[in-house]
Structure formats: C-alpha cells, structure tokens
C-alpha cells in the first residue's frame, strides 16, 4: 500500500533544515541579547532619564541655594554702592557693603559647584580688591575691581538663570 509509505516520518533536506535552524538560532540570540542587554538598556535609561532631568550640572540645590543667597546679599548692599557714587554715602559704608559681597560671595561660593563655585569665588575675590581699594582710597584700583568683576557678575546672572534661579 503506497499510502501507508507517505503517512510515515519523512526527513527534510539539509536545505530546509538550515531555513528553520538559522532563523531559531538568530531569534535566540536577539532574545539572549534583549535579556542582557535590556537591563543595560534599562540602567541606560535611568541614567539618561538623571541626565535630562539634571541636564545641567549647576542644577543643584546647593547651587540653587548659593544663587538666592548671592542674590539677596547683593541686593542688600549694592544701595550703598549707588547711594555712594552719588555722594550720599561714606567712604566707610562704601567698604563695608563690598565687604559683605565680597566676603558673602566668597563662603557662598565654596558651598557651591562647579563653574558656579568658581565665578562666586571670583566674584567675592574682586569685591574684596574693591574694599581694599576703598579703604586705601585707591579709585583706580576701586574702578579696575569692579570692572574686573562685571564679566564674572554676567556669568553668575546667566549660570543662575539657567537653573531656574532669576
């Protein structure tokens, strides 16, 4: 009976056997490798979500706090610098407002990190010149400090600003 030799098990060629094998074998590998690899991917997206959630590396809240600190003691005292170029203030009061600054910006600034930490220390630095200047009745020092300051005084403004911090 010739129906009897067709039921039974046939074997395929090695032609077709390669079409299924190569194909089981490329699923197996990209299965392992998203195993391994999703984890990896997984970490990598924790990492990148850190990375665009604190994209900034000012974006701290030391360097947010150093901000508002910085911010409010200039503010307190840059009156006096104003009431004193239009003579409505003291040689003293004028040293002792850029002392604040200075001194304020200078502590401030080593709470603080990275360029933001430096250009407070600068910035508290030639404020602290400034006084000296002052109190030496120096105006060309007074006048090259702070005029030393202002391209440090723009990027403490926009490193500020660039973390929220107006």
Do not use: H
């Not at 032609?15 to 094998?21: D, L």
């Not at 699923?27 to 195993?35: C, D, E, K, Q, R």
């Not at 120096?138 to 929220?164: E, H, M, R, W």
């Amino acid at each position: 009976m010739s129906n009897s030799d067709s039921i039974g098990p046939t074997k395929l060629p090695w032609f077709k056997k390669k079409k299924i094998v190569i194909p089981g074998v490329i699923v197996l590998l990209l299965i392992i490798g998203s195993a391994s690899g999703g984890n990896k991917s997984s970490t990598g997206n924790s990492s990148s979500g850190t990375t665009v959630s604190n994209s900034n590396p000012l974006n701290t809240s030391a360097n947010k706090t150093a901000c508002e600190t910085g911010r409010f003691i200039y503010a307190e005292n840059s009156q006096v610098i104003k009431d004193w170029q239009d003579s409505a203030a003291t040689d003293a009061e004028l040293a002792a407002a850029l002392k604040k600054i200075g001194d304020n910006f200078y502590d401030i600034g080593s709470t603080a990190s990275g360029d933001l930490q430096s250009t407070m220390m600068q910035i508290g630095t030639y404020y602290k010149k400034a006084r000296v200047a002052a109190v030496n009745v120096d105006s060309a020092g007074l006048l090259a400090a702070l005029q030393a300051v202002l391209p440090y005084a723009t990027t403490f403004d926009n490193d500020c600003k660039s973390i929220g911090k107006n």
